[in-house]
């Protein structure tokens, strides 16, 4: 839409360029369940007057169509661009289906972020926007296998100055889009690029990010420090008599589970206290001392702090206290990637 066709062609044509298409694109489904309304991350396609072709070429057609500007378009117009092109889909570009929905429901239930993106649609409202209200609004949100549920104490529409029907579901499809973006960029270590309307989110969602990976390594060294000293191996036990090779089996079974858990706690969570009450709460500790109950549920099935975060290599870095996206912003950050920020600003010319 800023270069039009022509300029499109010869900017696909140049050595150094190479471009990817996808006839989907990103949406937010939602649906009413009683009084809850569930929302999940799909990608659609426009499938125009024939429902049944769903070639590459048509659905680039059937998106440009939709535009006054390219009304007149046919397919002999928009078939030497595709070709300049590889095809692909949301899935592949983002690194798979479960990458994808992590990296959503991750922001589309950290209450921050939340706030965050709140905040920014109300700023393209009319009038002054009450970020203290939007600060003090009481956020709860739930994951039901992909299905994001968010309650909060004073309805979205209320404090963004937008009409009844504007709920969660229009935050959700601005954090998408910016889930999108960044996973991008992310993942070929380029600039992001976004339009002006993500600029402030994203600028404040990797300020998040590295402040949450600060805060998580102070934590997990006091973690260690606290578990580890003194420690036994759950070999010892065994070898003493202390536990049956069965009590050891069913400990290692029990690692996996609280490994889960320790994943999926909150960003701001206290991990001294929640290891502590998980400890007493699954009774573990019947069998053994508990220096070797902590050690064991690091060790015994080779559980180490990189394993929260799937052997990335982060380490304590991006452990306990990240989200999904957090730790995949970090992640990338160590590796090198500069998020330098491009805002879309380019004069549309339609010739």
């Known amino acids: 839409m800023t270069l039009g066709l022509k300029r499109l062609q010869s900017l696909l044509n140049h050595d150094d360029v190479t471009a990817t298409f996808t006839g989907e694109f990103p949406c937010i489904k939602t649906e009413s369940n009683g009084a809850m309304k569930l929302h ?6 426009l499938l125009g007057d024939d429902p049944e072709d769903e070639r590459p070429v048509k659905l680039a057609l059937n998106a ?36 994808a929905d992590d990296m ?81 960029s992310q993942r070929l270590s380029t600039d992001l690029v976004g339009s002006s309307e993500i600029r402030d989110l994203a600028t404040q969602r990797i300020d998040l990010s590295l402040q949450r990976a600060h805060r998580s390594a102070q934590q997990i060294d006091c973690f260690q ?29 029990r690692t996996t589970k609280f490994r889960e858990w320790l994943v999926g706690l909150a960003p701001d969570a206290d991990i001294l206290a929640e290891y502590h009450a998980a400890i007493a709460k699954e009774g573990i500790t019947d069998k053994l001392p508990i220096a070797a109950a902590r050690f064991a549920f690091f060790t015994a099935s080779g559980a180490g702090i990189d394993a929260f975060t799937g052997g990335s290599g982060i380490g304590t870095l991006a452990g306990f206290s990240l989200s ?8 990338k950050i160590l590796k090198g990637w500069r998020p330098n920020m491009f805002v879309e600003t380019a004069r549309r010319s339609f010739e």
Request: proline content about 1%; some cysteine; glycine content about 10%.
């Open 40 to 45: 999940r991350s799909v990608f659609g396609k």
């Open 64 to 99: 440009l169509s939709g535009q006054d500007m390219f009304a007149d378009v046919r397919i002999r117009d928009v078939r030497p661009i595709i070709r300049l092109t590889s095809v692909s889909n949301y899935e592949k570009i983002l690194g798979g289906q479960q990458r």
């Open 104 to 184: 959503f429901s991750s922001l589309a239930t950290d209450v921050q972020t939340l706030r965050a993106a709140l905040a920014m649609e109300a700023s393209f409202g009319e009038g002054s926007v009450d970020r203290s209200a939007i600060a003090k609004l009481q956020i709860e949100t739930h994951n039901f296998d992909g299905d994001i549920f968010i309650i909060s104490d004073i309805e979205p529409s209320k404090l963004v100055g937008r009409g009844s029907d504007f709920g969660w579901g229009n935050v959700l499809a601005t954090l998408q889009d910016y889930v999108v973006d960044a996973t991008i």
């Open 225 to 253: 420090n606290v578990v580890f000293e003194g420690a036994g191996g759950l070999s010892d036990c065994y070898n003493s008599g202390g536990i049956s090779f069965e009590d050891a089996l069913r400990l290692i079974d």
């Open 324 to 331: 999904a996206f957090d730790a995949f912003v970090i992640d």
